[in-house]
């Protein structure tokens, strides 16, 4: 046992929290916010520079065959910076995806150009009406001449507007529900028939909703082998949502340090805040949260690994990441809500990042399934 | 005992309810319902179609305007009017600063303000909150220094609800600032915003509303007829005010109507193929928040009972606050649940036909943290409960 990083993990942890302390500082994410692109170009190349589009992939496509647990220092300063360059699409869902699916052309064109940061993925599975369960898909793909036809509406597609390419879900067979008949294509966004409508999200990033009418792509954009995708969504959804659960854990680390910091500095009834019993204990839960959420967080990213090296079953990686999202949901409701509180009105205001944190953590709450949902997932498997 | 109304309070609310009906614009509705938010002209509108009715200041006394209404039959039409889902009467004019009129002020002070506050001619907003006073009111720096006939006003007030639409702002001031005490040495000034030397800047919430600003005050000249009650006693109003009209903060009938709206949409939602309502967590969940505000509405009655037959009520009440706005809250959380992955959509970039009411729901979670923080934060509530009504 050995909680500490490795020598190579430290120093991309150092590195990564000074591209945040030099590029992502409040006023700089604002103006990030607000630009045309919506994320910022200069910290994702950057990104590629520091070999963190590269780690997770694997060494033949450019990568250094690294794991969920190598990157939760990245994904926690992530978090604590409340960065929204679209980094879980595309390394955490469509770059994970590629490298373990796509055929060998496929990796060869795309995986090397995600490592240098030439491409940014997106992810487009989730449906309107599937809420969390990721089998109850509709859209459809019918076989054509030379290749396939899509048809159908994707939801909330986190990073779409930003991306080179988009990966999309259809049934070529079975019915909405089904386990079976699911089949994974590789999209240009300037795809014939597919229209994007693009809006911000309550954490500041962008997303769009996707329709597709009839949307041709060649035999060569399948990815992995028709009708069987629903593993590898999962086996992708699932690596994403670990990092989702880290990048909560840097998130509460900074809204926990300012509340801390608020608590020292506000003065009311002539004594800081801080000194009232009421208000320190309430602080001490909050930490005792955020320190939970990152052991259950570290457990459920090494079973992700421990399962991608054939090492556990996929069942017991699966309930791993069910408790740590469970857990997650839950702390960063508590820690959130009791951020805001502990900081008065002042928290209410845009002017102030944690405001910010929290809206992100509460939507971390609600990507990738809700506490509800990985309950029921977590029962299912016990 | 008896829980239920009486034959004639059930005759009363099927009054109001009817009246509500048939009177209530359907516009200003819709936009209540579906969280948007009302302008100054919309706010008024409704204002002024309660004063023509004779219903928009229950709680006065009959020869001002009031209806005569007692405690239950009040409570009711609160109730009655958030089940509507009408408007909330902006609490600044109406409640608050014509209560202090009615209980400290000069004749002259009644006769100047209270029929223009009934009729709506005048947009009233508070000034009590300031940067370094927050919970610790009293601590307030803001200062009136008497010249003559008239006060010179620095300093600042923050967390100005509406401020952007005010007429007239009631602060609290400080006249002395020699005094032993922080409650001693402060007065009750009513300001004319238009006065030269007032500037309201927007302070943006995290949902990006505006709903609450700074005032800045620079030298700004205020008559001593202003002057509510005497000088350095305004901590004397200012306690009987919020001591008043308490047994509304409970939000009894918005929430009845939130959870039924709830219901509607956990019902139509579906989850694996069947409406989320029917999932035993989601319904689990819906279920405590449902039963906690049954508890409530007759806690709250047992308060309203208590104010008819005894004419007050103890610091108990602050329960009402505590355990209404955590509801509140409760149920936007359980709302933006539902919503599930799509509460994620905030605010349309290219999008025709972005759903706004989607967009709206995580917003109206977030903004409604702030319930449990203004009007005495809940922390507050429990140090009244615990030293007036525990003695601790």
Same mark, same amino acid.
């Given at each position: 046992m050995n909680f500490q990083y490795t020598e190579e993990q430290q120093l991309l942890a150092d590195s990564i929290a000074r591209l945040a302390q030099e590029h992502y500082g409040f006023e700089a994410r604002k103006r990030i916010l607000q630009s045309a692109e919506g994320y910022s170009p200069e910290v994702w190349s950057r990104l590629a520079e520091l070999g963190l589009l590269a780690l997770t992939l694997p060494s033949d496509q450019g990568g250094f065959d690294g794991g969920a647990l190598d990157l939760v220092a990245t994904m926690e300063t992530i978090g604590s910076a409340l960065m929204v360059e679209p980094f879980l699409p595309t390394v955490g869902l469509g770059a994970r995806l590629l490298a373990r699916e796509g055929s060998d052309a496929l990796r060869a064109a795309l995986l090397p150009a995600v490592a240098e940061g030439r491409m940014r993925l997106a992810w487009a599975?989730? &449906?309107?009406?599937?809420r969390y369960d990721a089998t109850r898909i509709e859209a459809r793909a019918e076989a054509v001449s030379g290749g396939w036809q899509i048809s159908g509406q994707k939801s909330m597609v986190i990073g779409a507007p930003a991306a080179d390419r988009l990966i999309v879900s259809a049934r070529t067979a079975g019915a909405p529900g089904d386990p079976g008949g699911l089949s994974l294509f590789l999209l240009e966004p300037a795809s014939v028939g597919l229209t994007m409508k693009t809006l911000r999200t309550q954490d500041g990033q962008r997303a769009a909703d996707l329709s597709l009418d009839a949307v041709f792509v060649a035999d060569s954009s399948l990815v992995g082998t028709e009708g069987e995708a629903l593993a590898a969504i999962e086996e992708a959804l699932d690596f994403a949502t670990v990092l989702a659960c880290a990048e909560a854990v840097g998130a509460m680390k900074y809204a926990n340090a300012a509340t801390l910091e608020y608590l020292k500095t506000r003065r009311q009834f002539g004594v800081p805040i801080g000194s009232f019993q009421a208000l320190q204990h309430r602080l001490v839960d909050m930490y005792i949260r955020a320190e939970q959420a990152r052991s259950i967080t570290l457990l459920a990213c090494s079973r992700v690994d421990a399962a991608g090296r054939g090492a556990i079953s996929t069942a017991e990686k699966m309930r791993a990441v069910s408790a740590a999202k469970l857990n997650i949901c839950d702390a960063v409701r508590h820690v959130g809500q009791e951020a805001i509180q502990l900081h008065g009105?002042?928290?209410?205001?845009? &002017?102030?990042k944690v405001a910010h944190t929290f809206k992100r953590l509460t939507m971390l709450g609600q990507q990738f399934g809700d506490a509800d949902h990985h309950l029921d997932r977590y029962a299912a498997l016990t | 005992m008896n829980l239920n109304y009486s034959r004639e309070e059930l005759d009363f609310r099927d009054e109001v309810r009817s009246w509500l009906n048939d009177n209530l614009p359907k516009d200003l509705r819709t936009k209540v319902l579906e969280y948007q938010h009302l302008d100054k002209e919309e706010l008024l509108r409704w204002h002024r179609i309660l004063a023509q009715k004779g219903w928009v200041a229950p709680a006065w006394p009959v020869q001002w305007g009031?209806?005569?209404?007692?405690a239950v039959e009040r409570y009711i039409w609160e109730e009655e009017c958030a089940l509507a889902g009408a408007p909330p009467t902006?609490?600044?004019?109406?409640?608050m600063c014509a209560q202090v009129l009615l209980q400290f002020g000069s004749d002259a002070q009644k006769k100047r303000f209270l029929p223009r506050i009934y009729n709506g001619d005048d947009f009233w907003v508070q000034g009590y909150s300031e940067p370094g006073s927050g919970s610790d009111l009293a601590s307030l720096k803001t200062r009136a220094d008497r010249r003559g006939d008239r006060y010179i006003v620095n300093g600042q007030k923050i967390w100005t609800t509406l401020g952007h639409y005010g007429d007239w702002i009631f602060c609290l001031v400080r006249t002395d600032s020699q005094a032993s005490r922080n409650q001693e040495g402060i007065s009750f000034l009513l300001i004319?915003?238009?006065?030269?030397?007032i500037t309201v800047r927007p302070l943006i919430l995290l949902d990006e509303a505006h709903e609450v600003n700074e005032v800045f005050f620079d030298n700004v000249e205020v008559p001593v007829e202003n002057l509510v009650y005497e000088e350095n006693k305004g901590w004397t109003v200012a306690k009987y005010l919020l001591g008043h009209e308490r047994l509304n903060t409970g939000r009894i009938g918005a929430s009845k109507r939130e959870l039924l709206k709830l219901r509607e949409s956990a019902a139509q939602t579906l989850y694996r193929g069947r409406p989320l309502l029917e999932d035993a967590r989601f319904r689990d969940r819906f279920t405590r928040v449902e039963v906690e505000l049954t508890a409530l509405e007759i806690t709250n009655m047992r308060f309203v009972d208590e104010m008819r037959q005894t004419g007050r009520i103890g610091p108990e009440v602050s329960m009402l606050k505590i355990r209404g706005t955590e509801i509140q809250q409760a149920i936007t959380e359980l709302a933006m649940q539902v919503l599930g992955p799509r509460a994620q959509a905030f605010r349309p970039?290219?999008?025709?036909?972005?759903d706004l009411f989607e967009g709206s729901v995580a917003a109206r979670y977030f903004n409604f943290r702030k319930t449990s923080i203004y009007a005495g934060s809940n922390e507050i509530q429990r140090n009244i409960f615990a030293k007036m009504a525990l003695g601790l």
């Open positions: 599975h989730d &449906e309107a009406a599937a009105g002042m928290g209410m205001t845009q &002017e102030m | 009031g209806t005569g209404w007692n902006v609490p600044f004019g109406i409640t004319d915003m238009k006065t030269p030397g970039i290219d999008y025709d036909g972005f």
